[in-house]
């Protein structure tokens, strides 16, 4: 099925499409300036183009008002629960992602970004760098988006980002990610940027999963 059927399959918004989009095209231009030890493209496209299936159920101030938004939220609850990153995880599993790249997408997680920078995966890393590169109205810097993140959670105590320590500690993993990644690349962090990676979004609108 084609990635945005799969998208209106699920309701989702034109913003979390683009940002899956964004992901997966930062994840290709990165695939197609590599020149590294192999690595397994379908898996890192299929996993960026799939990987925030389950955001459906967190609160947007952006549709807080919208009664249809809010119905197909209620209807996420009642399906999957509230748990957006298992709601990700079974979303991938029903659209046919393997159990290796299931186990990327649960890997590549910000709060994992200590373990991401010890494995030797470079399919989770480019997973993993490429969604933390992708703000919500385009690519910006690594550090640029993790502070941003650290302030919108600040005040979520269950989240490793409202802890100030653990927080920089993870933007200093994410920025070792890189620093891995661009080993390999024939491209530089500057390099992806919107204007960069436009071509790809169309491309991966036809993509098939």
Known sequence: MNIIEIYKKYHLPENLQMHMLRVAACSNFIIDNWIGQEIDKELILRVSLLHDMGNMVKISEDFAKDEEFLKIRKMYFDKYGTNDHEINLEIGKNEGLTKKEVIILDGKRSRKNEETLKSNSYERKICAYCDQRVAPNGVV????????????????PLS??????????????????????????????????????????????????
């Open 141 to 156: 810097g690594i550090r640029e988006r993790l502070e941003d993140v650290k302030v919108r959670y600040k005040d979520k």
């Open 160 to 209: 490793v980002w409202s802890n100030e320590q653990k927080a920089n500690h993870l933007i200093e993993c994410s920025l070792g990610i890189e620093k891995q990644i661009m080993k390999y690349c024939s491209i530089s962090p500057k390099d992806i940027n919107d204007e960069s990676i436009e071509k790809y979004i169309e491309k991966l609108r036809k993509y098939e999963i």
